[in-house]
């Protein structure tokens, strides 16, 4: 079980939390413009690298924020939290 | 026989136990474990061996030991345990297994439960190193858990009898104990082994809580506890256990760790035999032989195998007429089963017990759970902590020393070290203990195995493999020591190879002609030791494994006899049966009755969530298919939403409440999904939108009332308002009072009839619900639950998501396209309408079918094929039956279902595959009854 | 008549003396309120007497025109207003006023959730087999909020006291608390 | 007992293979060394008589999720696509111990797949009535049949999650998987397959838009063609080829109990209550837990997944309360978004991909082994892959089989 730094309520049991995957994918400007590759490349494409990987996680069962964070996904290891609309931070893993 | 001392060892020789073993009945006294007591009546053979079915005897005098398993029967039965963990109690019945234990058929009726707990500093381990780390940091004034597996703390002084400070270390170890007890914020566990370690200080410990008090333990208490502790640092002075050295027929009972047998003498006053041989390859096995001697065990023989004994130790044992021989070993051993010889050179030497020690390997699961790397160290033979770790330290022999004031002194720096870390100053430094032991271990020559008969030189006693099979792995080519665990079996039975696996890897270096240093030993992976299934489940069984939710008018439901379904953690109505009838009848008379007269349900389950601000309109054009900020307060519209990929996820039906204010309904199944669903887009995608979502669902009670004389009913309980269809039309919503009670009133109907949907508060759930039974009793009026709504919504070609749906539908598919709106620039999911797979014109769409036969009822999940012939498999599929009833209002059976090209298909014959014969069924469109709509105004 | 989520509860749970004081306290008014702006929250505050919390994971509490009030820190800019029963049109009115043109959104959520107040020694070690949460003195304080699981249910945590805790749980959801409080119980019923 | 438990257990056929250095260049280079990357050695050497193929391996042969997986096999999956693919295996499967001369402890013992609710049941009956059109042996069961089948399944209909009946596929059952991964890779050596081990492939050289090497830790490899058998790092490896792929890597763990006398005599999954567990032949509960949320690479999980699995367990199999865990693990599997893999072509010439399998490629060893073989020799997807292709994801023809796959192994 994980402790996740929520950046509201402060460290939570994972349990409280919903995972949701690559940060920083944003909602295309016009998907009309969007051929079906590009398009399909925002529905199903996420990086899914074994290194730090900027996420997102939902403090679900506490205060019902998302919020990104940066988590070493070889170790598991959270290495930074940060709200959304914040750029992600310098990590050293 | 009596091998139980005339004194000493911490057992109540006052008090006899009476206990059965093997069918046998035996005595012990409180403070035995099974294991001791039965070494005490010189019992030795435990049980056999799983494959080779060889006796197997007691190897070590804990949790390490790999073959002392036995079966408890009583009070209940429990397989797989040791016996040198079982602590003795009346009334005990046990037996020894043979590799493979056997679950009881009756229910176990102890209780199980688990507790969190958050400390600064956990210390695992109450031995000399974890005491004095646990009070270091106790007297800083850090939150300190100790555990300890073991039944009192002390670890491996309480099988010795040694004394520190010039006192029995027992006055010692219960000194410290007394100190930290009395210590507020200082936890001290015993019986409660740290069995998993995982990220961020999570620690996961089992105690046992009342097994050693047999038939006395209260039944309302936690048999064991799993706690879940987290803790800022850790101290691991998890020890360090002794290894055997490998000779031919090294399994015989009788062979022990010399250790233990100390351990057996110290702590229980029992002794291993009356004549014993020792083997060993380092100091520490001569304190067993010096102080067995002394309790007039007859040592015959110390075999040593290094070139030269230790003189001090020597002389002591010619002062005790033990003879020692250096540079020799012991090559293997006679016995019909227990020993009764031991081949050293060409002689046989005639004993009942050979005590053996290889040197030590410290206890370093947990630090390698937590991810520390291990180094080899030579000296020891053994892998060791090969680097710090900033969170967890490590202690007392279980970094490889073995001087007891030397792991005092770690355990007091990690003690000290961990609270700082935590954040607090070191208090009053804790006096280290001045020792009188004279073994150590140090010093001793690795040796793994004594050549000889490879088939019976067991490697790993308790899965049966032998040097012969690891020499089989070598010669098959295998060379990594994960391969040759999985060849051969090695350290995956119950002991995980805690006295096994580093031999094995020893050997196998030695038959690749490696080193050591560069293999990796196998992954240690929790549990440290095996954990009941019933203790991790704990609690949450029963009526406490998933909540059961029920709405407000639940008691109602329960009351009237009604059958529920489950959907989601809910509990729903799924039909109210009267004497006699069964599922098809009660509904038949539910619809029937509904579409004749009133009935009405319990809706209160549907998702409700209040979505408010500027934006809202804009908001929900995004999430839902069709146009919602056009929508005119007072008004509702029904709505389809789809996830990005184009796919229906969720439908249900939006009220504009105010000019900033909507109320929208999901499904039962998806409220929590849909309020997560938006608040996603909201916060990570739109924070720029001025919305903000509320869930009320539990806040309404809902009760739709449906059918012809539903207006009736209504205007006899709301007599504010006016329900005449001009006044309340069609899609409209009132807030008025019904019963006496504040309620919005929806026109809405999932079935096509004249229909009011009535919310109030939960609070009034019951009442209002009673109140229209009251009202509509004159019209007949019936409840109905999930059952009669799904048949009543099916005859209006209604679909249910999760029914008719499936992930890979459409709103086009199911007929819904006046529901996409052409006038929006964008809305989730619409880019997806566009694939090239979209636009097929063979997708599957909903439809209608009607069996020819009108009185065949098509099982739900039929598949529909083309021909009346079923050609050989793989046989072309067009869709299945999604949905399928027999309709009280049609006078027929009828079904809905997914069809390729469905909508082009309305009128022909297609068969559905039933058992062996197919059924003739007429495609039509999925909407059955009143397609004009005539009687939704009733 | 109204009915409240836990009535069929009240004995069993007032079985659990002196283990635990535990009784539902049916009917409060509850709003939630949806707000970042700090001039409205502080409109709000002084409306009802009772300033907001402006730290996370507490409450506060007071007295104001609507009698007894407490707001429940639930999120960055989401909070629960409770109070004694029938005051939630009341409340409403007044919250809506003081939020006035700034984003947010004011909801009677008052029959979402019940309240149940748990008093009594053992009050940290009964909820420690179902909370995750340090309800230890030092970091769970009298006037923490919490909102987090107890068990497989969401809850909401208010520490009123030394020894005193108010738990908001979801309607549909009180019976499983219930059971759950009853099971957690039993030991410490049996060994005071 | 008559013989003792494991008595039966085969004696090892003596030789498996070799640890040969790399050559400098192979006709085909399979990168992973798991069941798919030997299974596709095998028939590219057997089938189509490429030999001069290497299996790189970064750590261990068949030390990935071959190691770890909890060994069910079936081939009752809803769609057409589906059950061409997993059905070619088991047949594969039914003559495989013969094919490899190795004992492999195949064990069609059926495999249970419950149905807790109203819609599980309509979900089921559909993917049985599918199934047998599609040739696969299928049937639904009621309430009594399952207890028929497994006596210890608790179905009395007050538990929380009552059985309401379950789908069973008799021919379907387990097999060692280690004993798989040794019979592939003993019988690919044979045929002159080179199976490296501790060669991890750090990068893929590319020419022209055509693969041309492989970068290793043991040195540079030139290659004909290059075939991804890595599971879970699938992703990892294809971005050395700029190819992004809809995968995402999860820890999903499994657990075993210490050994028992025979309890347990078929395979029971339930998607609902969560539990898929089975008996192996030593005699040791297999059971697999649900897989954690996030993205990992760690190969471990968290325990609270394993404590929900213990709780569900003993809501379905009262008997198992005093059974102990002795060891869980974690492996990690790629989980792609239609719950179904992805075999074929890449946009880059003699680059071939398999990955996708997510919980569910054991039982598809022998099948896309051989599958993918027939790709790479053809350089064109055999029929039974020729669905999984990655374009799907653009034109949206999708193989959704999360109601068969989900939890399910
Ligand atoms: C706990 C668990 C339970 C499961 N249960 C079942 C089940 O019951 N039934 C079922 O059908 N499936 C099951 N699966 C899924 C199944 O194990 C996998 O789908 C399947 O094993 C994947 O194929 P593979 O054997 O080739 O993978 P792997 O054995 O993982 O092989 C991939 C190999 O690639 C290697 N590799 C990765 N990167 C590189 C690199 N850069 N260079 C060189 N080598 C590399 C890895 O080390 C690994 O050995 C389960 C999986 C897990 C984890
Ligand atoms: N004679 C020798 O050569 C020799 C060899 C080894 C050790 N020793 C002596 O042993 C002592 C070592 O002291 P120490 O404190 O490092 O170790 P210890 O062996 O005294 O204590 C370790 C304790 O940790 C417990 N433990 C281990 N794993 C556990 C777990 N996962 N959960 C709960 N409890 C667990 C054990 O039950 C034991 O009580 C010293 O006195 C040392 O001299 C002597
Ligand atoms: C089907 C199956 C059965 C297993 N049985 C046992 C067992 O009886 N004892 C054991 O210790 N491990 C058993 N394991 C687990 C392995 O020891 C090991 O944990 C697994 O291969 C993962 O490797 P790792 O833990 O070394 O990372 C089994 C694994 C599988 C897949
Ligand atoms: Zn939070």
Redesign the interface.
């Known amino acids: 079980m994980q402790l996740i730094p929520c950046p509201w309520c402060g460290p939570r049991e994972e349990a409280e939390f919903h995972y949701g995957g690559q940060a920083h994918v944003a909602y295309p400007e016009d998907p009309s413009a969007l051929t079906d590759e590009e398009w399909a490349r925002y529905v199903f494409f996420r990086e899914n690298p074994s290194g730090p990987f900027a996420e997102r996680w939902s403090h679900n069962a506490g205060c019902r924020r998302w919020f990104n964070a940066v988590r070493d996904t070889r170790t598991h290891d959270l290495l930074a939290v940060y709200r959304v609309g914040e750029p992600m931070p310098e990590v050293t893993a | 026989m009596n091998l139980r001392t005339p004194t000493g060892g911490a057992v109540d020789r006052n008090t006899v136990l009476h206990f059965t073993f093997n069918g046998t009945e035996y005595t012990g006294h409180p403070g035995d474990t099974l294991a001791s007591a039965l070494l005490a009546h010189g019992v030795h053979e435990i049980g056999s ?5 060889r006796p197997r005897g007691i190897v070590a005098a804990g949790s390490e030991d790999p073959t002392s398993l036995v079966q408890v029967e009583a009070p ?5 345990l040791l016996a040198t963990t079982v602590e003795l109690y009346d009334g005990l019945v046990a037996r020894g297994l ?8 009756e ?2 009726p102890a ?1 199980y ?6 400390c600064d500093v956990l210390v695992v381990g109450a031995g000399p190193a974890g005491l004095v780390a646990a009070l270091t940091a106790a007297r800083a004034g850090a ?1 300190v858990v100790l555990v300890d597996e073991q039944n009192q703390a002390g670890g491996a002084l309480l099988g010795v009898d040694e004394y520190l400070d010039d006192r029995p270390s027992a006055e010692w170890v219960a000194d410290v104990v007394a100190e930290l007890r009395s210590t507020p914020g200082v936890l001290v566990l015993e019986r409660t082994t740290a069995f ?1 370690m ?5 620690v ?1 410990a089992l105690q046992k809580r009342t097994d050693h008090l047999g038939f006395a333990a ?1 039944a ?3 048999r064991q506890r ?1 706690w ?1 502790i ?1 803790t800022r640092q850790t101290v691991l002075a998890t020890g360090a256990h002794e290894r055997p050295v490998v000779f031919a027929d090294n399994d015989r009972p009788g062979i022990m760790l010399a250790s233990s047998a100390r351990t057996f003498l110290h702590r229980y006053g029992v002794l291993p035999g009356s004549r014993a041989v020792v083997f060993t390859t380092n100091d520490s096995a001569y304190c067993a032989a010096i102080d067995l001697a002394e309790s007039g065990v007859d040592v015959a023989l110390v075999v040593d195998a290094r070139p030269e004994a230790p003189a001090r130790l020597a002389t002591e044992c010619a002062a005790r007429g033990i003879e020692v021989r250096a540079g020799q070993v012991v090559t293997g051993t006679d016995g019909p089963g227990r020993i009764t010889a031991a081949h050293v050179g060409d002689e046989r030497i005639a004993c009942d017990a050979l005590l053996v020690s290889g040197g030590w390997n410290p206890v370093v699961s947990l630090f390698s759970q937590a ?1 520390g790397k291990l180094r080899y160290d030579a000296e020891l033979g053994a892998f060791v902590p090969g680097e710090e770790l900033s969170s967890v330290r490590v202690a007392g022999s279980a970094t490889g020393e073995l001087d007891l004031t030397a792991c005092a002194r770690q355990g007091r720096d990690a003690g000290a070290g961990a609270a700082r870390a935590a954040g607090f100053t070191a208090g009053g430094q804790v006096p280290l203990p001045a020792s009188d032991s004279r073994c150590t271990a140090r010093s001793g020559l690795v040796l793994w195995r004594v050549p000889g008969s490879d088939d019976t030189s067991f490697v790993d006693l308790q899965r ?1 493999s032998t040097v012969a099979d690891v020499l ?1 792995a070598t ?6 020591l ?2 040759i665990k ?2 051969t ?1 090695i350290g ?3 002991d ?1 190879g805690k006295t096994s696996g580093m031999i094995a890897a020893g050997i196998v270096a030695e038959a690749l002609g490696v080193e050591l240093a560069e293999q990796r030993p196998t ?1 240690f ?3 440290y030791t ?5 203790a ?17 008018i639940h ?1 109602w439901h329960v009351e009237h006899g009604a059958l529920f ?3 989601g953690q ?1 509990k729903r109505p799924w039909y109210y049966p009267r004497p006699g009838e069964d599922l098809h009848t009660a509904v038949l008379r539910e619809c029937k009755a509904t579409r004749e007269g009133v009935g009405m349900m319990d809706g209160s389950t549907l998702g409700k969530i ?1 979505v ?3 934006d809202a309109g804009a908001f929900l054009d995004m999430l839902y298919t069709n146009m919602m900020s056009t929508l005119k307060v007072g008004r509702i519209r029904y709505g389809v939403m789809c996830g ?3 796919m229906v996820i969720d439908d249900g039906t939006v009220i504009r409440v105010g000019e900033q204010r909507y109320l929208v309904t999901t499904t039962t199944g998806n409220a929590a999904k849909v309020l ?1 669903w938006m ?2 887009w909201l ?3 739109w ?1 720029h939108l ?1 919305v ?1 979502c ?7 009670a809902t009760i739709p009332l449906v059918g012809p004389r539903s207006r009736d009913v209504l205007a006899a309980v709301a007599p504010d308002l006016d329900v005449s269809n001009e006044a309340f039309e069609f899609m409209t919503w009132r807030d008025t009072e019904v019963a006496g009670v504040p309620a919005r009133v929806c026109r809405i109907s999932f079935s096509g009839e004249l229909a009011y949907e009535i919310n109030v ?7 209002v619900w009673e109140a229209l039974m009251a009202a509509g009793e004159r019209y007949g009026i019936t409840p109905y639950g999930t059952e009669t709504m799904h048949v009543l919504r099916a005859e209006k070609g209604y679909p249910i998501i ?2 008719e749906t ?3 539908v459409t709103p086009q598919d199911l007929g819904m396209s006046w529901a996409v709106s052409k006038k929006k ?2 809305f989730i999911g ?3 309408f ?5 636009n097929r014109t063979d997708r599957k769409q909903l439809v209608g079918l009607l069996p020819a036969d009108p009185s065949v009822l098509l ?5 529909i ?1 083309e021909t009346d012939r ?1 050609p ?4 072309r ?1 067009l869709g ?1 039956v ?1 949905s399928s009833y027999p309709s009280a209002a049609l006078g027929r059976t009828f079904a809905l279902a997914l069809v390729r090209s469905g909508h082009e298909r309305i009128g022909e014959t297609l068969y559905v ?1 039933v058992d062996d014969s197919l059924v003739p069924v007429t495609v039509t469109e999925s909407v059955l009854y009143d397609k004009e709509g005539a009687r939704r105004d009733g | 008549m109204t009915v409240s989520p836990l009535a069929a509860w009240s004995d069993r749970l007032a079985a659990l003396a002196p283990v635990l004081d535990a009784a539902e306290v049916p009917f409060r008014s509850q709003l939630t309120v949806r707000v970042s702006d700090p001039d409205a929250i502080a409109a709000m505050g002084s409306t009802l007497g009772v300033g907001f919390p402006s730290a996370a994971c507490t409450f506060t509490s007071g007295t104001g025109p609507c009698g007894d009030v407490e707001v429940l820190w639930l999120g960055p800019d989401e909070f629960l207003v409770t109070a004694p029963p029938d005051q939630q049109v009341t409340i409403e009115e007044v919250l809506r006023g003081a939020l006035g043109t700034a984003w947010g959104s004011v909801v009677d959520t008052s029959a979402q959730r019940t309240t149940v107040v748990l008093q009594g020694p053992r009050v940290r070690d009964v909820l420690a087999h179902g909370c995750s949460v340090d309800l230890h003195p030092a970091s769970a304080p009298r006037g923490t909020c919490v909102q987090t699981l107890l068990a497989r249910t969401g809850i909401v945590l208010q520490v009123t006291g030394d020894d005193r805790v108010t738990v908001l749980v979801r309607s549909s959801f009180a019976g499983y608390l219930a059971a759950w409080l009853v099971d957690a119980c039993t030991e410490y019923l049996a060994v005071p | 007992m008559t013989s003792p438990p494991g008595a039966h257990l085969p004696e090892h056929p003596d030789f498996l293979w070799d640890d040969p250095e790399p050559k400098s260049s192979y006709d085909v280079v399979v990168v992973g060394g798991g069941g798919h990357g030997l299974a596709t050695a095998y028939y590219l050497a057997k089938v189509h008589g490429i030999t001069n193929v290497a299996v790189l391996e970064k750590g261990w042969l068949a030390g990935g999720n071959m190691a770890r997986n909890t060994t069910i096999i079936r081939s009752n999956y809803l769609w057409d696509e589906s059950s061409g693919i997993y059905e070619h295996s088991l047949k594969l499967w039914e003559g495989l111990e013969e094919d490899l001369g190795y004992p492999i402890l195949f064990d069609q013992r059926g495999v249970l797949n419950l149905a807790h609710s109203l819609q599980d049941v309509r979900d089921s009956v559909r993917r049985v009535n599918a199934n047998r059109l599609n040739g696969i042996d299928a049937e639904w069961v009621d309430p009594a049949g399952v207890k028929e089948i497994c006596p210890i399944v608790n179905t009395s209909p007050d538990v929380r999650y009552p059985v309401l009946g379950a789908t069973y596929q008799p021919r379907a059952g387990i097999a060692k998987h280690d004993y798989v991964a040794w019979g592939y890779a003993r019988a690919a050596h044979e045929m002159g397959v080179d199976l490296i081990q501790d060669c991890e492939v750090t990068g893929l050289e590319t020419a022209g838009g055509r693969i041309t090497a492989v970068r290793t830790s043991r040195g540079r490899i030139a290659a004909g063609k290059v075939a991804l058998c890595a599971a879970g790092h699938s992703s990892v490896l294809a971005k050395m080829a700029g190819i992004p792929l809809p995968l995402a890597s999860h820890p999903l763990q499994a657990l075993v109990s210490e050994l028992l006398e025979p309890v347990h005599p078929t395979v029971v999954m339930s998607n609902a209550v969560h539990v898929y567990v089975s008996q192996a032949h030593k005699g040791e509960l297999v059971m697999g837990a649900g897989i954690d949320s996030y993205n990992g690479y760690g190969q471990r999980g968290s325990f609270h997944i394993i404590e929900q699995q213990m709780a569900a367990a003993l809501e379905l199999f009262p008997v198992f309360a005093r059974a102990h865990l002795l060891r869980t693990w974690a492996g990690i599997v790629d989980v792609s978004p239609d719950a179904s893999p992805i075999v074929g072509l890449t946009p880059v010439g003699g680059l071939y991909l398999n990955c996708g399998w997510g919980t569910g490629g054991f039982k598809a060893t022998p099948g896309v082994g051989d599958c993918f073989a027939h790709t790479i020799a053809h350089d064109k997807p055999h029929p039974f892959n020729e669905p999984f292709t990655l374009e799907r994801f653009t034109t949206g023809a999708l193989v959704d089989e999360h109601g068969a796959a989900a939890v399910a192994h």
């Open positions: 061996s799983v494959k080779l079915g209940f039965s429990e397989p797989m043979a590799g493979q234990g056997r679950l009881s058929a229910p176990d209780r439960d688990a507790k969190h707990e958050h939150r998993g995982y990220q961020d200080g999570f996961l209260p309302s208490a936690a799993v879940r987290r991810r049966d089989r010669g098959a080519g295998l060379r990594s994960e391969h999985r060849y079996t995956t039975a119950h995980q992954t992976r929790p549990p095996s954990v009941s299934f019933a991790l489940a704990g609690r949450d069984r029963g009526e406490l494994h998933d909540p059961v939710r029920v709405t407000s008691p379904e489950d959907v809910w209040d408010q601000g500027r990005v990929d184009g997560d608040e996603e916060q990570t995608e924070p001025d903000h509320t869930s009320v669902t539990e806040h309404w508060t939960a609070w009034h759930g019951i009442t999760g029914q499936d992930a890979t620039r964008d619409k880019r997806s566009a694939r090239a797979e979209n099982p739900e999940g039929s598949q094929v079923l050989e498999p793989p046989v599929m299945h999604t595959p």
